[in-house]
T-cell receptor, first 109, second 113 residues
Framework: AQRVTQPEKLLSVFKGAPVELKCNYS??????LFWYVQYSRQRLQLLLR??SRESIKGFTADLNKGETSFHLKKPFAQEEDSAMYYC???????????FGSGTKLNVKP | DGGITQSPKYLFRKEGQNVTLSCEQN?????MYWYRQDPGQGLRLIYY???????QKGDIAEGYSVSREKKESFPLTVTSAQKNPTAFYLC????????????FGPGTRLTVT
């Protein structure tokens, strides 16, 4: 069965520290992976997607098919990174999306 | 913000009543989705529609119904058969290209007592 697991409900780091938000998935096939972010009082929005191999706001994510992971990383966290982060998965047809339970990132000054 | 709207923001209903949540988009997106969000559970897909007059059940469709008569509208009805309807409901839309970025609405919080 398809599943996305984000093991950390809350992650607190100090400004300037590296941050890694974990995402593991279960999918029988070749999935497409995404990270969505929800800042305070804003809508859920796309942060980055594996298919684009992009870096957004200093965040990167590498798909590790062997470990079935898609962890989100940033070398130096900023206070404005504080938000709720969701990892999401879709099949090749992009018909359905599966979301993790989310990780709240708190960047302390 | 704009493009995809949901109304109302808060909705209160008595148990046993059906209620319809509105979702409208002016982004010319073909695909639309309804999710339910409960604390600690992330987003769970209720229904999705890839084109007008066609929709598919998601993982938790029981007790819900939808229609897609127009490209820009995808209303969700929470029926009295839904055993635990109190939740936060999110609507999203996306283009059907290789990006499949989903654009989310602001959500509707439904409380059934």
């Amino acid at each position: 069965a398809q599943r996305v697991t984000q093991p950390e409900k809350l992650l607190s780091v100090f400004k300037g520290a590296p941050v890694e938000l974990k995402c593991n998935y279960s999918y029988s096939g070749s999935p497409e992976l995404f990270w969505y972010v929800q800042y305070s009082r804003q809508r859920l929005q796309l942060l980055l997607r594996h298919i684009s191999r992009e870096s957004i706001k200093g965040f990167t994510a590498d798909l590790n098919k062997g470990e079935t992971s898609f962890h989100l990383k940033k070398p130096f966290a900023q206070e404005e990174d504080s938000a709720m982060y969701y990892c999401a998965l879709s099949g090749p047809n992009f018909n359905k999306f599966y979301f993790g339970s989310g990780t709240k990132l708190n960047v302390k000054p | 913000d704009g493009g995809i709207t949901q109304s109302p923001k808060y909705l209160f209903r008595k148990e046993g009543q059906n209620v319809t949540l509105s979702c409208e988009q002016n982004l010319n997106h073909d695909a639309m989705y309804w999710y339910r969000q409960d604390p600690g559970q992330g987003l769970r897909l209720i229904y999705y529609s890839q084109i007008v007059n066609d929709f598919q059940k998601g993982d938790i469709a029981e007790g819900y119904s939808v229609s897609r008569e127009k490209k820009e509208s995808f209303p969700l009805t929470v029926t009295s058969a839904q055993k635990n309807p109190t939740a936060f409901y999110l609507c999203a839309s996306s283009v059907r290209d290789k990006t499949y970025e989903q654009y989310f609405g602001p959500g509707t919080r439904l409380t059934v007592t």
